[in-house]
């Protein structure tokens, strides 16, 4: 099981939103389950981001020995470091 995240705003109205997916096998297929989106009303402080993605974790009693895939930018890259450990962090290589 893995994870990922990302920030995106919707351009039409400029709402920002975070989301967290999970990612596992299942009989050898790829599976993904959008687990959580919030829609950000706070500056998207790595502190804000990492207790969203924290709380979350914990109301669906995950525990993942993986990693958590997301883009290089600042803030969401210091809430999962700082959150989970930097041996969680693994940047896309899309970005």
């Excluded at 990612?23 to 969203?52: C, D, P, Q």
């Excluded at 009693?61 to 041996?87: M, P, R, S, T």
């Amino acid at each position: 099981m893995s994870l990922t995240t990302d920030i995106w705003t919707e351009s039409l109205n400029t709402v920002s939103y975070l989301d967290l997916t999970i990612h596992f096998l299942m009989k050898n297929e790829h599976k993904f389950v959008i687990i959580g989106v919030i829609e950000l009303s706070e500056r998207h402080t790595a502190e804000y981001l990492k207790n969203w993605l924290l709380d979350l974790i914990s109301e669906w009693n995950i525990y993942f020995e993986n990693c958590i895939v997301l883009d290089n930018a600042a803030n969401i890259k210091k809430a999962i470091i700082n959150g989970f450990g930097i041996d969680k962090y693994l940047p896309c290589f899309a970005h």
